[in-house]
């Protein structure tokens, strides 16, 4: 069993949906969780980050964590065909080495 | 603010040949730097880390290595590539072990 678990999609969903994106994990000793967006031939650009279990919120961005359950999403209210692109997760005990999943690939139609 | 460079962005080399690749970070001082290999399906996966200068720690056995011969530059290198080395390599960069990395733009290597 892998240590972070997310499916690799490709998601596809028509311009101003709702996008639920969700990793589920193994190691109870993840404390800090991440989101990062990946368009292509790009790197990784951090999107949100969260310590614990709870909900943050940026912009059109919604991150939650429940620590009990071990499962993580990333909301995304209004999506539009900018947010085309490859969504990695990525957690750990201390951010010193994270361990990502293998991303969910997200298309958007205008 | 912040910015991280790598480089080249492409590169293609035949099998047995070495390799550099540089990655430089401004406008921070003693970064943790680390580089990752990307492979398609397979997630990012942690080759090398660095909180200093001339210490390296390495996470996965391989035909490759790491140098921090400057504060914010750390470069990956091999003495002859092969075909398994083929992959996008990305660079990231944290200011403290508390805080969330970021990464650069990546290389993506082709073996022949």
């Known amino acids: 069993q892998k240590e972070v678990e997310q499916d690799p999609g490709p998601l596809s969903v028509p311009e101003g949906a709702i996008v639920s994106l969700n990793c589920t994990y193994s190691?109870?000793?993840?404390?800090?969780f991440m989101w990062y967006r990946q368009y292509s031939r790009k790197g990784p650009e951090l999107l949100m980050y969260?310590?614990?279990?709870g909900n943050k919120e940026d912009g059109r961005f919604t991150a939650q964590v429940d620590k009990s359950s071990k499962y993580i999403s990333l909301f995304i209210r209004d999506s539009q065909p900018s947010d085309s692109a490859t969504y990695l997760c990525?957690?750990?005990?201390?951010?010193?080495?994270?361990?990502f999943g293998t991303g969910t690939r997200l298309l958007v139609s205008p | 603010s912040q910015t991280i460079h790598q480089w080249p962005a492409t590169l293609v080399q035949p099998v047995g040949s070495p390799l550099s690749l540089e990655c430089t970070v401004e406008g921070t001082s003693n970064p943790n730097l680390y580089w990752y290999r990307q492979a398609a399906g397979r997630g990012l996966q942690l080759l090398f880390y660095?909180?200093?200068?001339?210490?390296i720690s390495s996470e996965v056995p391989q035909n490759l290595s790491a140098s921090r011969p400057q504060d914010r530059q750390f470069i990956l290198s091999s003495k002859k590539l092969l075909l398994s080395d083929s992959g996008f390599y990305l660079c990231?960069?944290?200011?403290?072990?508390?805080?969330?990395?970021?990464f650069g733009d990546g290389t993506r290597l082709s073996i022949l």
């Open positions: 990231a960069w944290t200011a403290s072990s508390n805080q969330p990395q970021h």
């Open positions: 969260t310590y614990s279990s």
């Open positions: 660095s909180v200093g200068i001339g210490q």
């Open positions: 190691n109870s000793a993840f404390q800090y």
């Open positions: 990525a957690m750990s005990g201390g951010f010193q080495k994270l361990v």
